[in-house]
């Protein structure tokens, strides 16, 4: 009985296998459509990828011809004073100088004030005691109103060993009115400084070069006192506070990614105004690398390490070149 079962189980088997093979074979040439089901309403889609919106507005460049202008006005106050100079006769000097000038060599407090007496004073102090005394062009920095007239100087302190061949490097900031000098600061580098035996404390300047080359807003705001003032009058651009300054920094650096900041030469006048002449390295309009050429002035309150009052100033070749006037 046990065998007789178990045939009976294969015939069953054997029939299905049969059906299943005709089942199949008659299937393989249809196609079959395959309605796809709907997504529900209730399930979120993939997010759509957007493209970030610019947070900050691009610093609007500075006008070429108005740059142009604002140099040939510099350049032409600059060069005659420098021709006076060289000619040794200051009686052009009243058509240079406002009759109320006043001359700064250690700080705040005018040193020398009114036409006649400073020039009596560069006559007999200056030319009087230097006969050879003479100034060779270097270069010019501008802002709105003020700008350095960069020279050399030789004749004029040789016993410190300042020679024609190892001149002095003299910064003038010239400040402006009505088309006359109504201010001049005299400034000297660092190896004037060293040469009379005057201490001079580059740290400022190389703590603001890193700071503004960091990329890192709260790095410079940290230089700067609570109420510090930045002024660029170039660009129109003035920051009260050192948080000011800090947002300042923070689209400085959206609006030139990747910026270095390199010291070139160190200025000072008195113990409380010391400068920089910086390199601001950067991209132009094509994206190649370009250098900005500045001068910033720093004033520290006496015994005070951060920064109360900075001012900028651009050699003007260089701001045309890499397309920040245009």
């Known amino acids: 009985m046990a065998i007789i079962k178990h045939t009976h189980v294969r015939s069953i088997l054997f029939a299905c296998l049969i059906v299943l093979m005709m089942f199949t074979t008659g299937c393989s040439g249809l196609t079959i459509t395959v309605t796809p089901t709907p997504i529900p309403t209730n399930t979120p889609l993939p997010p759509t990828a957007i493209p970030p919106t610019p947070t900050t507005i691009p610093r609007s460049p500075l006008s070429a011809d108005e740059v142009r202008t604002i140099t040939a006005e510099f350049d032409r106050i600059a060069n005659a004073n420098l021709t006076a100079w060289n000619n040794h006769d200051l009686e052009p000097m009243r058509q240079v100088y406002t009759d109320d000038v006043r001359v700064y060599e250690n700080g705040d407090f005018p040193d020398y004030q009114g036409i006649d007496f400073v020039l009596s004073i560069m006559n007999t102090y200056v030319l009087g005691m230097s006969p050879n005394f003479e100034y060779s062009w270097v270069d010019i920095y501008i802002g709105r109103g003020a700008g350095f007239s960069v020279m050399d100087l030789s004749g004029n302190n040789e016993e410190l060993g300042f020679t024609k061949e190892n001149p002095e490097h003299e910064y003038d900031l010239f400040t402006l009115r009505e088309g006359r000098i109504a201010e001049l600061w005299l400034y000297w580098d ?55 300054i800090k947002e300042f920094a923070a689209n400085f650096f959206a609006w030139y990614q990747g910026v270095s900041i390199e010291l070139q030469k160190s200025i000072q006048l008195g113990p409380q105004y010391v400068g920089g002449v910086y390199e601001i390295h950067v991209s132009d309009q094509a994206g190649q690398p370009c250098v900005v050429r500045t001068i910033i002035l720093l004033k520290r309150p006496l015994y005070d390490y951060f920064i109360s009052n900075e001012s900028v100033y651009y050699q003007p070749d260089t701001l045309l070149a890499c397309g920040w006037a245009r």
């Open 190 to 244: 660092s190896e004037y400084w060293t040469a009379v035996e005057v201490n001079f404390n580059m740290k400022p300047l190389q703590d603001y070069a890193i700071a503004w080359s960091s990329g890192e807003p709260e790095a410079v705001g940290s230089l700067y006192e609570s109420q510090a003032v930045r002024s660029d009058s170039l660009f129109g651009e003035t920051e009260q506070g050192s948080t000011a």
